[in-house]
């Protein structure tokens, strides 16, 4: 790492998701720290294994990473009380999180913050933005904002060729039911298509003969 790099400490929710936003800060002159803090994830055994995936590739790529608080009881008197109000929950859980990242930060002398948040194209981009910004201009901290959401695709082949373990819900149990829902959406969307697909065959051939 160059001498001039600037340090960052990075919120990260996960191994997948920290791939592309660590190597492009790094192309950019920063130095990024990861701060673990996710009491969102559910259940407990689910947060271990991300955690456990995170700081496997961290030690592989000489990355310094920090455990901060895992307050589970303060996410559900926030983040859970507003159940399946999406932009309510989600804006709760960012703030409880990123106001770790910035406490830390603060605690550890880190003037520059961000988080891996924003690779996922299924968080709310602009909720998780209007957190952030509130809570470092609050604590005098300079936000290091990019929009990482191109890079989506790269972060999901490279994880995969990598063998780390990828969830697929974002991590409460809101989101594991609301994931699962869609899945069943899209399988039914599937059927659907495939079905009109087999009738207009049928009615084709039953027309020629
Ligand atoms: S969907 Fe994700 S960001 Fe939103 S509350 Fe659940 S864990 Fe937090």
Redesign the pocket.
């Known amino acids: 790492m160059s001498s001039s790099s600037t340090p960052l400490l990075l919120h990260a929710c996960c191994g997948p998701c920290s791939l592309e936003p660590v190597h492009l800060l790094r192309e950019e002159g920063f130095e990024p720290t990861i701060l673990w803090s996710n009491p969102?994830?559910q259940p407990a055994a689910e947060h271990d294994l991300r955690l456990a995936t995170l700081l496997t590739w961290a030690d592989q790529v000489d990355l310094p990473v920090i455990v901060g608080s895992c307050d589970r009881t303060a996410w559900e008197k926030s983040?859970a009380l507003a159940g399946f109000n999406?932009e309510q929950?989600?804006r709760?859980?960012?703030a409880l999180r990123l106001a770790e990242l910035c406490h830390v930060a603060k605690e550890r002398g880190f003037t520059h913050v961000s988080t891996t948040?924003v690779v996922s194209p299924y968080?709310?981009f602009d909720v998780c933005h209007d957190v952030l910004e509130r809570l470092t201009v609050a604590q005098g901290l300079t936000m290091v904002w990019r929009d990482f959401r191109p890079w989506y695709s790269e972060a999901t082949v490279h994880s995969r060729e990598l063998g780390m373990y990828r969830q697929n819900y974002?991590?409460?149990r809101?989101?594991a039911a609301?994931a699962t829902v869609e899945r069943h959406e899209r399988r039914d969307e599937r059927r659907r298509e495939k079905l009109a697909k087999r009738r207009t065959t049928m009615e084709a051939e039953h027309v020629i003969r």
Do not use: V
Request: aromatic letters at 12%; glycine letters at 6%; a positive charge.
């Open positions: 969102n994830i983040a999406r929950r989600c709760a859980c960012y948040l968080q709310l974002c991590g409460c809101f989101s609301e």
